[in-house]
């Protein structure tokens, strides 16, 4: 999805050294739960993680420049997880200072060191 006109862009010089929240994420939640099914938001979650899988494949830089675009993928994941656990378990269409994992750090010990 292009959110680039409401200031959003994915690739702006700036770095991201944690999970940055958006101004946005309350509407793309409410957004992907009114508007999308299940198998959709399922395909925009599984998206990120592919581009997260390849991520390593990727020139960067410097590894302040791979944490900064893992970072950018995994704050565009937060919207459509909070609102998959939203429309399994209820709650808040705010999303919370939870982090939603696009993988299992448990069973991937790798992506976990990779980016930390």
């Known amino acids: 999805m292009d959110f680039s006109c409401f200031g959003y862009?994915?690739?702006?010089?700036?770095?991201?050294t944690i999970?940055?929240?958006?101004v946005l994420d309350y509407a793309l939640v409410a957004y992907t739960l009114e508007c999308?099914?299940?198998?959709?938001?399922?395909?925009?979650?599984?998206?990120?993680r592919q581009r997260i899988c390849v991520l390593d494949n990727e020139w960067h830089k410097s590894s302040t420049d791979m944490i900064?675009?893992?970072?950018?993928?995994l704050s565009e994941f937060q919207p459509f997880a909070h609102a998959?656990?939203?429309?399994i378990e209820g709650g808040d269409w705010?999303?919370?200072i939870k982090t939603y994992m696009p993988f299992d750090p448990s069973a991937n010990n790798?992506?976990?060191?990779m980016y930390r």
């Open 36 to 48: 999308l099914t299940e198998a959709e938001r399922e395909e925009a979650m599984e998206s990120v």
């Open 68 to 73: 900064t675009s893992y970072n950018r993928l």
């Open 110 to 113: 790798y992506l976990t060191m």
């Open 19 to 22: 999970q940055e929240k958006w």
């Open 84 to 87: 998959a656990t939203v429309a």
């Open 94 to 96: 705010l999303p919370e």
């Open 9 to 16: 862009h994915p690739y702006l010089e700036s770095r991201l």
